[in-house]
C-alpha cells in the first residue's frame, strides 16, 4: 500500500514537473513572421489561410493547433503569415520550399491648425495656382489615405461628412466592429476602418497586444489622420491657445485606419497585415508615422515597413514615412528605403510664449505651454537647483539639472527653480512633477537645443529660456538679497520669424543603409501642430475647471509625415494617373530653402540647414501641383537599386515579387546606386581623383509639350559640376529626356568632408530643383 502510494506521489511530482518545463517551453514562443512572397494568380485569400495552415501544422507538434498559432494571414499585396512559434520551430518552416524569409517579429516606435496656412501662404519661390483651387476641386473627393497607427476617435468632428459625396465605388474596405467602434462609426470621410489584436477570421486576441478595436486609445493616429485630411473645424484650439480653423491638407480626401500600434508599441507583423489589407482596401497612397528605433535599424529584407511599402508601390500606392526623432545627431533617421517619401520636421510660423517677470518688473522671454495661475506681479522667490541640493546628494551637475531625488523639498517649497536641461536619465516632465510634488510653484528650464520647441506642463508654471536668458535672470539672483520673479500664463505668437527653423529632434541622414541615396527627401510642418485629439476625461493634462479639449499640440516627425501625406494626396487628385515616383518628384523639386525672411532655412542651432536635415526642402502645397518635370522610377528601377545595394535575386525575392528567372545586371555596384532615378543626387566615397558621372531621365508632365528647359548648377568651390546637356528641348513626340551629371574635384579639398548643391531646371514657368550631396572618404 505504502508502495503504490510512494510511486503515485512519484507519478504526479513527475507530471508536474514535466507540466512546468513544457510551460517553459511555451514561454519561449515568440512571433515570428513569415514571408512567402508574390500573391500566386491562381490562389483565393481562403485557399492562401489554408495553405498558411498547413505550412504551420508541418512544424507543430502533435496536438497543436495551428489555429491557436496563427496570428494573422498575409493573402492581398503579398503572401505569408505571422505566427507564435519556438526558435526551433521557425528554423525548420524557413527550411520549406515555398518560405522565402523567416524573422523575429520587431516592435517598432510612434514618431510622436496654421500649419497648413502658413505653407500655403506663399510659395516663397514659386508662382502657382491658389491652393485652394486644389481644396475645392472635386477630384480630390476620390482621394483615400491609408494611415497605420493607433487607430481613431470616429467622433472627432475633424471627421465629419458634411458636404462629402458618396464613398468611391473602388473602395473594398470594411468598418471592423470592435469594442465600443461599431460599424457606424465610420462615415463618408472615414470610411475604414480595421485593428489587429483580434479577428475572427484569424487569431485569438493575444497578451502581447492590447486593444479589441480600432478606436484609438492614446490620440496619437486621430491627431495624424486629421492632421492629412481632417474636415474644416472652425474656433479650434488646446484650452484658447492656437485659435483658429483646424483642417487637414487634402479636407476632401477619404481616411481609412489601420491600427497597428499598441499600448507597448508597433509590432512588426501588425504593420504588415496593415499594409497587406490597405493594398486590397484600395486605398491611393499610406501614410506611416512610426519606425524602428535608430540603434536596431533592420536591413530591407527584415523591415516590415520597407517590405510592405514595396509591394504598395509596386500596385500604385505611394508610402509617406517620419523620418525618426533622433536628431540632431548626424545619420539618426529610419525608413530610408528609396520608394519611401521620408519626411523631417520643421517649426512654423507660430510659437507659444510663456515669460518670466523678475523684481523690477524685466521681462525675459521663454517659451513652453502652461496655463499658470501665479500672479502675474512677480511674488515669488527664486533658486537655482544647484542651491537647492539636498545633503544627501553629493553631485552638483544633477541638482543643478533638477534630477529627482536631488534637491531638498524645505529649500524649493514655495519657490520657482531655476533648472539646467540635459537629455540625461529624467525627462523634462517627469522633473516638473518632481518639482510640483516637493512644494514648488515653477521652474525655469535652460535649454538652448530645444528652443523652438514648446513643451506642455499645463496647470504647473514651467517656461524654457535660452542660457543668454538665463545669465540675465541668474545676474539678477546674484546681486538681489531676495530675489523674486513669477511665470506668466502661455500666449500664442503668429507670424513667428524666422520660420520654418528645423526642429531639434528630427532625425538626420546620411542614410546608413544606403548613403548614395539622399535622406530624408522633404521636410515639413513637425512642431506644436494642432489637431484632433481624444477626449482625456482622467487626465491630468486638462486644466482647473476645463473640460477636455477635442484638439492638442503635438511635435515630432510623426506630425510631419501627414502634412506631406496630405500634399500628395493633393498632387494625385490633380494627377490620378501619376505613378508614386511623379507624385514623390513633383513634392521634391517644387520644395522650398528659404524661410520667411527670405534667407536660407536654419537648424536650430542657427547654422544653415543641408539636404541631410530637410531634403529637398520645405514642402509646397501650391508648386507641387505643377512641377514641370518628374523623374519616374517603377519595381524595375528598384530591383537594380537593391542589385547595386548587393542583394542577389534570391535576397530580391525577400523584399519583392521578382519575376521568374530575373538576373542582377552583370556591373552591379554600390557605385551604381548614385543612378537611380530619384530627384536628388547622393554620392559617397568621393576622392576626387576621378570625376563621377552620374546618369538622370526627366519627363515632360507640362501643360506645355514644346518645351524647353535650361540648366543652372548651384556647387561649392571645392567641386566643379558639368551637367550634359545643358539644355532639354521636349516636343510632343519626345517627352522623356536624359542628361548626365558630372562632378570633378575643383581643388585638393573636394575629397573631404560633405558638400552640398543643387541643379536647377527651368523652362521660365517652373524651377525644377535636384538638390546633391557629396562625401568624402
Known amino acids: 500500500m505504502k508502495g503504490s502510494v510512494v510511486i503515485g506521489l512519484f507519478l504526479s511530482l513527475w507530471c508536474l514537473a514535466l507540466r512546468q518545463l513544457m510551460g517553459a517551453q511555451e514561454a519561449k514562443r515568440e512571433v515570428y513572421v513569415i514571408y512567402m512572397g508574390a500573391v500566386p494568380v491562381d490562389s483565393s485569400g481562403d485557399m492562401l489561410r489554408e495553405n498558411h495552415l498547413r505550412l504551420l501544422s508541418s512544424v507543430l507538434r502533435r496536438g497543436q493547433s495551428p489555429e491557436k498559432t496563427l496570428l494573422w494571414s498575409y493573402r492581398h499585396g503579398f503572401s505569408g503569415f505571422a505566427a507564435r512559434l519556438s526558435k526551433e520551430e521557425a528554423v525548420a518552416i524557413g527550411e520549406k520550399a515555398r518560405v522565402v524569409s523567416v524573422f523575429l517579429d520587431p516592435i517598432y516606435q510612434l514618431h510622436t491648425t496654421r500649419s497648413w496656412d502658413f505653407l500655403r501662404q506663399t510659395s516663397l519661390e514659386t508662382d502657382s495656382k491658389p491652393d485652394e483651387e486644389a481644396a475645392s476641386s472635386p477630384q480630390t473627393s476620390d482621394t483615400i489615405i491609408g494611415f497605420l497607427d493607433t487607430g481613431v476617435w470616429p467622433e472627432s468632428s475633424s471627421f465629419n461628412d458634411k458636404e462629402m459625396g458618396a464613398v468611391p465605388r473602388r473602395w473594398k474596405g470594411v468598418c471592423m466592429a470592435g469594442s465600443n467602434f461599431s460599424a457606424s462609426s465610420c462615415n463618408k470621410k472615414l470610411i475604414g476602418a480595421r485593428y489587429y489584436s483580434s479577428d475572427d477570421d484569424m487569431a485569438t486576441p493575444t497578451a502581447w497586444l492590447s486593444g479589441d478595436s480600432p478606436r484609438d486609445a492614446s490620440g496619437h493616429g486621430t491627431h495624424t489622420a486629421s492632421t492629412a485630411a481632417g474636415s474644416s473645424v472652425m474656433d479650434a484650439s488646446y484650452y484658447g491657445l492656437a485659435r483658429g480653423t483646424a483642417k487637414g491638407g487634402s479636407t476632401s480626401s477619404r481616411i481609412a485606419v489601420y491600427r497597428v500600434c499598441f499600448e507597448d508599441g508597433c509590432p512588426g507583423s501588425a504593420i504588415l497585415a496593415g499594409f497587406d489589407d490597405a493594398i486590397a482596401d484600395g486605398v491611393d497612397l499610406i501614410s506611416v508615422s512610426l519606425g524602428a528605433p535608430k540603434f536596431n535599424r533592420p536591413d530591407f529584407a527584415a523591415d516590415p515597413i520597407a517590405i510592405g511599402a514595396f509591394h504598395a508601390v509596386a500596385k500604385g500606392i505611394m508610402v509617406v514615412c517620419s523620418a525618426g526623432n533622433d536628431g540632431p545627431s548626424s545619420a539618426s533617421l529610419v525608413n530610408t528605403a528609396p520608394w519611401i517619401l521620408t519626411v523631417a520636421a520643421t517649426t512654423i510660423d507660430r510659437g507659444f510664449e510663456s515669460d518670466v517677470v523678475l523684481g523690477g518688473d524685466k521681462a525675459i522671454k521663454g517659451e513652453a505651454i502652461n496655463f499658470s495661475g501665479l500672479q502675474k506681479s512677480p511674488v515669488y522667490p527664486l533658486i537655482s537647483g544647484e542651491a537647492a541640493k539636498s545633503n544627501s546628494s553629493s553631485n552638483d551637475g544633477s541638482a543643478s539639472h533638477c534630477d529627482l531625488g536631488t534637491l531638498d523639498a524645505n529649500k524649493i517649497r514655495g519657490k ?79 507670424k513667428y520669424r524666422p520660420a520654418p527653423v528645423v526642429a531639434y529632434f528630427s532625425s538626420r541622414g546620411p542614410s546608413t543603409e544606403a548613403s548614395d541615396i539622399l535622406k530624408p527627401d522633404v521636410a515639413a510642418p513637425g512642431v506644436n501642430i494642432l489637431a484632433a485629439w481624444i477626449p482625456e476625461e482622467d487626465s491630468s493634462d486638462v486644466p482647473p475647471g476645463q473640460k477636455p479639449s477635442p484638439f492638442k499640440l503635438v511635435s515630432g516627425t510623426s506630425m510631419s509625415c501627414p502634412h506631406a501625406a496630405g500634399v500628395a494626396a493633393t498632387v494625385k487628385s490633380w494627377n490620378p494617373s501619376w505613378s508614386p515616383a511623379a507624385v514623390r518628384s513633383a513634392i521634391m523639386t517644387t520644395a522650398t530653402q528659404v524661410n520667411n525672411d527670405k534667407a536660407p532655412v536654419t537648424t536650430e542651432s542657427g547654422s544653415t540647414a543641408t539636404p541631410y536635415d530637410i531634403g529637398a526642402g520645405e514642402v509646397s502645397p501650391t508648386a507641387a501641383l505643377q512641377p514641370g518635370l518628374v523623374f519616374e522610377a517603377g519595381p524595375e528601377d528598384y530591383f537594380r537599386f537593391l542589385c547595386n545595394y548587393g542583394y542577389p535575386p534570391s535576397k530580391l525575392r525577400l523584399i519583392a515579387d521578382v519575376p521568374e528567372g530575373y538576373k542582377c545586371p552583370e556591373n552591379s555596384s554600390k557605385a551604381l546606386i548614385s543612378d537611380l532615378n530619384y530627384p536628388s543626387i547622393a554620392i559617397s566615397n568621393f576622392t576626387g581623383k576621378e570625376s563621377k558621372i552620374v546618369n538622370r531621365i526627366a519627363t515632360n508632365v507640362g501643360a506645355e509639350e514644346d518645351a524647353t528647359y535650361a540648366v543652372s548648377v548651384k556647387c561649392p568651390p571645392e567641386l566643379d559640376v558639368q551637367v550634359v546637356p545643358n539644355m532639354l528641348h521636349f516636343s510632343k513626340n519626345t517627352t522623356t529626356l536624359s542628361y548626365q551629371v558630372i562632378f570633378s574635384a575643383a581643388n585638393a579639398s573636394a575629397g573631404k568632408g560633405d558638400l552640398f548643391g543643387s541643379i536647377t531646371w527651368s523652362d521660365g514657368i517652373h524651377r525644377v530643383r535636384s538638390p546633391f550631396a557629396v562625401r568624402g572618404t
Open 416 to 494: 520657482i527653480v531655476l533648472c539646467n536641461h540635459s537629455r540625461g536619465d529624467f525627462s523634462k516632465t517627469a522633473r516638473a512633477e518632481g518639482l510640483k510634488s516637493s512644494g514648488a510653484v515653477g521652474a525655469i528650464w535652460i535649454n538652448d537645443m530645444e528652443r523652438g520647441v514648446a513643451d506642455t506642463f499645463n496647470s504647473f508654471p514651467v517656461t524654457q529660456i535660452s542660457s543668454q536668458a538665463a545669465d540675465d535672470i541668474l545676474s539678477y539672483m546674484n546681486s538681489t538679497k531676495n530675489p523674486v520673479g513669477t511665470i506668466l500664463a502661455t500666449v500664442t505668437v503668429t
